[in-house]
């Protein structure tokens, strides 16, 4: 058994024209990515916001750096859990499904998912601090010397949107315009603590969508939403998805 599956959310998903799927580490959780705000979000007894900062970089990279490889190594072991492949079959199953991450592990993309906004970019992807572009790089660990380098000989830094830094515009006003377009928005393991991430289930709700949340233990935007599964997202998203194709 798990959390109840709210008749009103399943067809509210199965009639809806456009549904957007917000999503943050909980829903990677499962694959064993470690969240940031649960148990163990720390790293070398260090709040991960002290450092993935531009501050954090600039005073030391190394120290930087040190972070990414761990965590690239780690997540480099990671595979897609039944959540993300669930939210890849309802995207083959619905008109148009939208998925707006937090995350920057590319799980969602790993599943199969197709139209997924990285909203915080990708931990894959390398980017030159002297302004040459950004680059796909899987190696983990990363070799000697951190930080990496260009070919121009600036150092290379994760392509992910650190904590103070602002989302590339183009990307968000994409998920911005999703958001506000959406029938239903379905937000799944976040905390809704970062912003402007949380500020897109905000959007969809003042435009009438149905603002649903699946989290096992609730979060700042459980009181707004119409239905909450108080549930871990790889056992109720399968269920949820089960539902819609029964009802279909
Ligand atoms: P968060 O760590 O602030 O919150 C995680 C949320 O997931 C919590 O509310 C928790 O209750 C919930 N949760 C835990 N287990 C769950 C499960 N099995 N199913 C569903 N929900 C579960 O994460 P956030 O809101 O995404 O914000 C943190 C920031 O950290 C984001 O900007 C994100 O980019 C980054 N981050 C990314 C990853 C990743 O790429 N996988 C991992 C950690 C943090």
């Known amino acids: 058994m798990g959390a109840e599956i709210p008749a009103g959310l399943v067809e509210a998903m199965r009639s809806a024209d456009a549904v957007v799927v917000l999503t943050g580490a909980g829903v990677s959780a499962a694959s064993g990515v ?40 780690e997540l ?16 083959a199953i619905l008109s148009e499904v939208t998925i707006i991450t937090q995350n920057v592990d ?6 199969g ?21 950004e680059a796909e790089d ?15 000989k ?22 911005q315009h999703a958001a506000g377009l959406a029938d239903v928005c379905l937000v799944v393991g976040t905390s809704g603590a970062v912003e402007p991430a949380a500020s ?9 969508a149905v603002l649903a949340e699946i989290n096992p233990d609730g979060s700042l935007l459980s009181a707004m939403s119409r239905y909450v599964i108080t549930d ?10 089960e539902a819609i194709e029964a009802a279909r």
């Open 34 to 73: 470690p969240t940031f705000r649960g148990a163990g979000g720390l790293w070398a007894g260090r709040r991960v916001e002290e450092v993935a900062s531009p501050l954090a970089f600039r005073n030391d990279p190394a120290l930087v750096w040190s972070f990414y490889d761990w965590r690239r190594t």
């Open 76 to 91: 480099a072991k990671c595979t897609p859990n039944p959540a993300h492949h669930a939210l890849a079959r309802l995207e």
């Open 106 to 111: 590319e799980l969602h993309r790993a599943a």
């Open 113 to 133: 998912s197709r139209r997924v906004l990285e909203i915080h970019g990708s931990i894959w992807r390398l980017r030159c601090t002297g302004g040459c572009g």
């Open 138 to 152: 899987r190696r983990a660990p990363l070799p000697p010397p951190l930080p990496p380098l260009c070919t121009c």
């Open 154 to 175: 600036s150092p290379l830094r994760p392509a992910v949107v650190w904590f103070g830094e602002a989302l590339p515009r183009a990307l968000f006003e994409e998920a």
């Open 200 to 208: 897109l289930a905000r959007i969809a709700r003042a435009n009438g």
């Open 232 to 241: 871990g997202a790889e056992r109720a998203l399968p269920r949820l998805v």
